[in-house]
């Protein structure tokens, strides 16, 4: 899914399926629809750009359901795994926008959520010409895109990257 109109469509159909189910209190069986192995299937082939807004738009309307609450066992496991994706170093700003959307309209603070280890056991995705992921030029002969700060550094240039270090830990 790589057009923005393919996007806005995904989008749509999960605003649909979230009304016709999540805000009606039915629950949608796993074998159909498996939220959780769909943003880690996502997240393994490249697809988060495409996946994450979808089950975004699935689960907006819990707000308005009395089974479907943030304390309900199912979305909880669904908000761990987005906060985990959340913290993915390098994720385009639209896909991580989508957690403090979604936590906004459940009355649910971002920070109180803690994050899931699921992605740890899952192949990472392949960071380059994906669509997800912000693109990160480097030096000829670099492996990491953060550099060891060299004494001619100035010292705004070693904070930066003391503070990309710390943040990527």
């Given amino acids: 899914v790589s057009s923005s109109s393919e996007r806005l ?7 649909w399926i979230g009304a016709l189910t999540v805000a009606r209190n039915r629950p949608r069986l796993r074998r159909d629809l498996d939220l959780k192995e769909l943003l880690l299937d996502a997240y393994s082939n490249g697809r988060l750009i495409a996946v994450v807004p979808f089950v975004s738009k699935v689960l907006i309307p819990s707000r308005l359901s009395r089974i479907f609450k943030p304390s309900n066992p199912w979305l909880l496991a669904i908000l761990r795994l987005l906060k985990e994706i959340y913290i993915v170093p390098d ?8 957690l403090p959307l979604l936590t906004k309209a459940l009355g649910v603070e971002a920070n109180d959520i803690e994050k899931s280890d699921l992605l740890r056991a899952r192949p990472a995705p392949v960071r380059d010409g994906n669509p997800a992921f912000t693109a990160i030029k480097r030096e000829a002969g670099m492996a990491s895109p953060i550099r060891s700060p060299s004494p ?7 904070r930066q990257e003391a ?3 710390n943040s990527l830990s």
């Fill in 9 to 15: 469509l995904l989008k749509s159909l999960g605003s």
């Fill in 91 to 98: 994720l385009k700003l639209n896909v991580k926008f989508e």
């Fill in 152 to 158: 001619s550094s100035s010292p705004v240039h070693s």
């Fill in 163 to 165: 503070f990309v270090s």
